[in-house]
């Protein structure tokens, strides 16, 4: 942008196609190498990130799609800022706004499954990006084939020359190493958080938050943009009003940060916390985590503001990259992420408690348990794959219906009592212990009760419950647990069972009461005889 500011100010369109070309080789290479990568090794890529499976197993499928969209990103957004550049901010505007619009559409249409269409879920989401994408693209070309103010020039563009790529370099390589600085130092917040403990609260929080925030100063980046055009142009007309025009320009910045502030807290407590917030099940620590980032993000708004217009407006666009580039990155790679680290080590000692172990992975691979103790966890290499409970736990299973030997149906439902005894064999040996347990419990209970008739499965419960305790825990030792104890909470017969076992009992009574009577009457009439 600053060689094509400046270019625009002495009214050399074909310069401006040149650096355009070496801008289109540049970020299609860069974009179709990062493409690839996470096409072919999207698991990986992740791990880089975050040691949370559950949160790898689901990107994996998003990055694989949205990586391809880079490539075509990267080649409209270069020449949205080319227009941009060259005083037409509009454009980039439409463009956003319709691809904006599409992913939205294209995201509740394919995740939630609307119009007849299946719902994908996450793969869905990654769809409707690249969807997006392509949309941007066309858009793009289109207007760059009948743009008048702008004419393509391909002979400029396929061929940029020597002295233009020599000014290219000049200026964009501390710009690429500034950004590759900055977004690696920004990434990596990303991939420190995801190694502390409650990384997932953090993820989420910070996932929530950030977003807010980047919707939110989107007029931050404007003032920074506009001022890089106004900047760059006027250098390349003479740059006489140029220091004058920058003090304006921050000046501006300053102000738009509190702006920017004001209307952060008011949508985070008018409209996003009460409304928005609830629709992604977040807990309540990530709750908490996002209010405290969103207070943090406000305060810094206007120094956010100022600092981003001075360095890529007013330096950039005057040309002075080196030291935006010093300033932009020193204080991220010197302090911020010197002091996260140190915060993500600290976090990363971890206590286990009475009770519990912790089962860790090293690398993928199990590495051992931690018992009740101090214990430190090597970032990016270790991680808890499981956080295991050895205190005695009650499952309470929903009655299952079950036959017995005179095919007699009803329902009985259990209880079960156990301990975790062996935390890596819990961990590895089933995929999910509870639904194991409760299928298991529910075709031991059918095999018991189909060998015995209705009145014996009534007053059995004691042999019952032994013989299903001990299936159970022999059938559980491979996983890791032993069951302590089972117990039959309910038997609830069919309805006539019912009505016929009252029946039954009303004439057991009335039978006894009757021969009660008779006794007495019997024994009154022989008591009478013997006194007369």
Not at 21 to 48: D, H, K, N, Y
Not at 389 to 394: G, I, N, P
Not at 512 to 523: F, M, P, T
């Amino acid at each position: 942008r600053v060689l094509i500011s400046q270019f625009w100010g002495r009214g050399d369109r074909e310069s401006i196609n040149r650096v355009m070309g070496i801008g289109f080789f540049v970020a299609g290479g860069i974009s179709t190498l990062c493409a690839l990568t996470m096409g072919l090794f999207p698991r990986q890529v992740l791990m880089l990130i975050t040691d949370n499976a559950r949160l790898v197993e689901l990107g994996t499928s998003y990055i694989r799609i949205v990586g391809f969209s880079y490539i075509l990103n990267s080649l409209s957004s270069i020449y949205i800022g080319m227009q941009q550049s060259i005083e037409n901010p509009r454009f980039g505007m439409t463009v956003f706004a319709i691809s904006t619009v599409c992913n939205t559409v294209g995201n509740y249409i394919l995740i939630f499954g609307k119009l007849g269409l299946p719902a994908l879920g996450i793969t869905g989401a990654a769809i409707a990006t690249f969807s997006s994408r392509v949309v941007e693209f066309v858009i793009s070309l289109v207007y760059a084939l009948h743009c008048k103010q702008m004419p393509l020039l391909p002979a400029c563009i396929l061929r940029p020359g020597k002295a233009t790529f020599r000014s290219f370099v000049k200026f964009s390589t501390p710009v690429l190493l500034n950004e590759t600085l900055w977004g690696t130092g920004t990434s990596l917040y990303t991939v420190i958080m995801g190694h502390m403990a409650g990384s997932t609260d953090l993820i989420s929080a910070y996932t929530v938050a950030g977003n807010i925030d980047k919707m939110v100063t989107v007029a931050i980046f404007g003032v920074a943009a506009a001022a890089a055009v106004i900047v760059g142009k006027e250098v390349g007309m003479g740059g006489k009003n140029a220091y004058p025009i920058g003090q304006a320009l921050t000046f501006v910045a300053f102000c738009t940060g509190f702006g920017v502030a004001i209307a952060e807290q008011l949508l985070f407590w008018l409209v996003l916390k009460p409304h928005v917030l609830p629709l992604f099940s977040m807990t309540a620590a990530s709750a908490s985590l996002c209010v405290t980032m969103m207070i943090c993000y406000s305060i810094s708004a206007p120094l956010h503001a100022f600092a981003t217009t001075g360095i890529v407006g007013v330096l950039r666009g005057g040309g002075d990259v080196r030291i935006a580039m010093l300033i932009d990155v020193l204080p991220l790679w010197c302090f911020t992420l010197p002091l996260l680290v140190l915060l993500g080590l600290a976090a990363n000692v971890r206590v286990v408690p009475q009770s519990r172990a912790f089962v860790i992975e090293r690398l993928g691979a199990f590495q051992g348990v931690w018992g009740v103790g101090l214990h430190f966890k090597i970032p990016f290499i270790e991680r808890v794959a499981k956080n295991v409970s050895l205190k005695e736990q009650v499952v309470d299973f929903p009655p299952q219906p079950v036959i017995t030997k005179d095919n007699v149906t009803m329902q009985i439902d259990t209880v079960i009592y156990f301990q975790i005894t062996d935390p890596k064999l819990y961990t590895y040996g089933v995929e999910n212990p509870m639904s194991a347990i409760e299928n298991l419990t529910a075709t031991t209970l059918r095999n018991i009760i189909g060998e015995l008739e209705l009145d014996q499965s009534l007053t059995s419960r004691d042999i019952i419950n032994a013989r299903m305790r001990s299936i159970l825990d022999e059938a559980t030792d491979p996983w890791g647990i032993k069951v302590n104890r089972v117990e039959l909470k309910n038997i609830l017969p069919p309805k006539d069972i019912q009505n016929a076992m009252e029946k039954q009992m009303r004439a057991e009574r009335e039978r006894r009461e009757q021969i009660l009577q008779a006794e007495g009457q019997k024994q009154s009439q022989i008591l009478v005889a013997e006194g007369e």
